[in-house]
C-alpha cells in the first residue's frame, strides 16, 4: 500500500484487494458502513440501503459470518471487491443516491456505452428500474412497430442536428453489434430485427471482427449473413412491384408517364445499391427526387403507395429473416 492515498489502507487479510485504491470523489460517504472496491476505486455506501435496492447486492454485501464478505477491511469498514468497472458501480450509485440523476429522465441522451452499462449492471444485479429504462430507451431505437419505423434515422451517422429533439440514446450503426449481442444474452428479443438489420449495413470486415474479438458467435454473424441475402430478396421484390405497375387510372398523360417510368427505372438502377440495404428506407425520402419531371402526380402517388405496401411486407417478414418469432411483436406482447 505504499502508493495508496492517505486514509485509505486495507489490512494484511485483504489479499484479493488491488495495492492502489483511491477513494471515488463522489460516493465516500462518512456514515457508510461498507466500502465496494471497483477497480482500483473505493466507495463507502451503505450495506442496508443497496441490499434494499438489490437482491445480488444483498448475497454478495450478507454478513461476513456467512463468508461473502469476506475478512477485508478499509478503514475499519468490510470491504466487498467486486468484479465490475469503477463506471459500472458509479452508474448503480448515481441512480441509488442521486434523485438529479441522468439515467432516468427521457429528455436526456445517453451515450450507447452508458446505455449498455445500465443494462449490464442492472440485470447483474437486479436492479430492474435501471435495466428496464436501459431497454426503453434500445426499443425507441430499435422499433418493433413499423410506423415508428418510417423516422428510422436514429443513429448519429445521420442524425441531422435539431435542438428540439433528444434522442434516447447517442448511437452509431456500428455499435448495433453490442445491441445484438446484448439482446441476445439477455433474451430481449424485440429490439433483435431492427438491430441485425442495422448490422446488415455493416461490412463483412466488421461483422466478421465482432466474432474475433469475442463479441459475436458464429450463429450470429451466420443470422446477420442470412438476412442480408434475404433482404436483397425483398429489396429487388419492392422495386419490381414499381415497375409493374400501369399508369394510375387519374393519370394526367399516359404517354409522358409510360416514357417517365422507363426512364425512372434506368435512374434506380444507375442510384440504387441493390445490396438489400435500403429495403426499408421509405419512398418518401427519395422517391419524389428521383421521379421529378418523370411522371405525373397521380401516378407518383400510385408508385410510392404500392412501394410503401411492400416495404410494409418485408418489415413484416423482418423478424422471420433474423430469427425471430413471432414478428412482429404487438406492444402487448412485449
Ligand atoms: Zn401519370
Redesign the pocket.
Known amino acids: 500500500m505504499t502508493d495508496a492515498p492517505p486514509g485509505i489502507s486495507s489490512n494484511d487479510k485483504t489479499g484479493t484487494l488491488p495495492t492502489e485504491i483511491s477513494r471515488s470523489g463522489d460516493f465516500w460517504l462518512d456514515d457508510g458502513n461498507i466500502v465496494l472496491v471497483a477497480e482500483h476505486t473505493s466507495y463507502k455506501v451503505h450495506r442496508s440501503f443497496l441490499a434494499r435496492h438489490s437482491p445480488v447486492f444483498k448475497d454478495i454485501l450478507s454478513l461476513p459470518q456467512t463468508g461473502n464478505v469476506g475478512e477485508a477491511q478499509i478503514e475499519g469498514c468490510p470491504a466487498a471487491q467486486l468484479s465490475d468497472s469503477a463506471d459500472d458501480i458509479h452508474i448503480i450509485l448515481s441512480m441509488l443516491y442521486d434523485s438529479d440523476h441522468q439515467y432516468m429522465s427521457p429528455s436526456i441522451t445517453l451515450p450507447f456505452e452508458t446505455v449498455a452499462a445500465m443494462l449490464t449492471v442492472g440485470m447483474k444485479y437486479q436492479i430492474d428500474k435501471l435495466s428496464q429504462e436501459a431497454i426503453r430507451r434500445l426499443k425507441i431505437c430499435f422499433p418493433t412497430e413499423f410506423a415508428k419505423f418510417a423516422d428510422y434515422n436514429v443513429f448519429m451517422n445521420y442524425y441531422e442536428c435539431d435542438e428540439s429533439a433528444s434522442p434516447p440514446i447517442e448511437i452509431f450503426e456500428e455499435e448495433a453489434i453490442e445491441v445484438v449481442r446484448l439482446a441476445s444474452m439477455f433474451d430481449i428479443p424485440a429490439i433483435l430485427p431492427a438491430a441485425y438489420y442495422t448490422c446488415a449495413h455493416l461490412s463483412v470486415e466488421e461483422l466478421f471482427s465482432a466474432v474475433n474479438k469475442q463479441r459475436w458467435t458464429m450463429s450470429m454473424l451466420q443470422t446477420c449473413i442470412k438476412g442480408q441475402s434475404e433482404l436483397r430478396q425483398r429489396d429487388l421484390a419492392q422495386l419490381n412491384v414499381l415497375f409493374r405497375r400501369e ?2 387510372l ?5 404517354n ?2 409510360r416514357g ?1 417510368m422507363v426512364e425512372l427505372l434506368k435512374k434506380l438502377q444507375e442510384t440504387r445499391s441493390l445490396s438489400g440495404m435500403e429495403a426499408l428506407v421509405p419512398a418518401s425520402r427519395w422517391f419524389e427526387d428521383l421521379s421529378a419531371g418523370l ?6 402517388a400510385t408508385c410510392m403507395s404500392a412501394y410503401e405496401d411492400a416495404r410494409r411486407e418485408t418489415w413484416n417478414g423482418l423478424g422471420g429473416m433474423f430469427g425471430v418469432h413471432p414478428w412482429p411483436i404487438t406492444e402487448k406482447a412485449l
Open positions: 399508369v394510375s387519374s393519370c394526367s398523360s399516359e409522358h408517364c417517365g411522371v405525373c402526380n397521380a401516378c407518383a
